[in-house]
C-alpha cells in the first residue's frame, strides 16, 4: 500500500519512531504497541470494526519491526526514505536517461560522472523502477536517471512492443515482445 508520497508505510510512524533512534530504543516503542495492538490482549466489548482495525495495526506494527530491527532492512529503507526525500524537495543536478550511463560489467553497476569529479552509481536492481533518484558517492549532488522507451502498437491481435533508443549510440537498444488477446 502507497502512501501520498508514493512511498510504502512510513514504518517509522507506525512505531511512533525516527530515524535516528537506536535499537533499543526501537524495541522498547515495538513491544509497547504490539501489547497495546494484540488480539488477544483485546476487551470483549470492542466492536467488530475496532477490532479489526488493531488487527491490521499489530500486523502493521509487527512488519515495521521485522523491517527496522535487521540492519541490512532497515539500511534499504533509509536509503529509499533519502532518495524519496531528495526527490521531491531537493532540485536535481540532471535528467539522465538509463542509457547515458556507462555499464561496469565488473561491478554489475551503471555509473554516471558528477561534475565534483565523483560518481553517481546505480545497482542493477535499481533500474526496475521507471525513474531513480541517485546521489553523488563523493558531494551532495542528485540526478534523476529515467528508463526511455517508446511503445508501438501493432498487429490484430494488440501485441505491444518495447523499443528503447540510445542516444549515444543512435540505435535500438532492447526489444520486447508482449502479446494480449482482446
Not at 517509522?12 to 535516528?20: F, M, N, V
Amino acid at each position: 500500500m502507497a502512501d501520498s508520497r508514493g512511498l510504502h508505510k512510513d514504518w517509522y510512524s507506525i512505531l511512533g519512531a525516527c530515524p535516528t533512534d537506536d535499537i533499543r530504543e526501537l524495541k522498547q516503542k515495538y513491544q509497547k504497541l504490539i501489547l497495546m495492538f494484540h488480539p488477544d490482549k483485546q476487551s470483549p466489548d470492542v466492536s467488530e470494526g475496532e477490532a479489526e482495525q488493531h488487527l491490521q495495526r499489530f500486523i502493521d506494527v509487527d512488519q515495521a519491526w521485522k523491517i527496522l530491527s535487521n540492519e541490512e532492512s532497515r539500511k534499504e529503507y533509509n536509503l529509499q526514505l533519502r532518495a524519496h526525500e531528495l526527490k521531491q524537495s531537493w532540485p536535481m543536478d540532471a535528467h539522465i536517461t538509463l542509457d547515458d550511463m556507462n555499464w561496469d560489467c565488473d561491478t554489475e553497476c551503471y555509473t554516471y560522472g558528477c561534475r565534483c569529479g565523483g560518481e553517481y552509481i546505480l545497482e542493477k536492481d535499481d533500474t526496475e523502477e521507471m525513474e531513480t533518484v541517485v546521489c553523488c558517492n563523493s558531494c551532495s549532488l542528485s540526478i534523476e536517471v529515467k528508463k526511455m522507451f517508446d511503445i508501438t502498437c501493432w498487429g490484430f491481435q494488440g501485441a505491444i512492443k518495447e523499443n528503447s533508443f540510445s542516444k549515444k549510440s543512435q540505435k535500438w537498444s532492447k526489444l520486447v515482445e508482449v502479446s494480449f488477446c482482446p
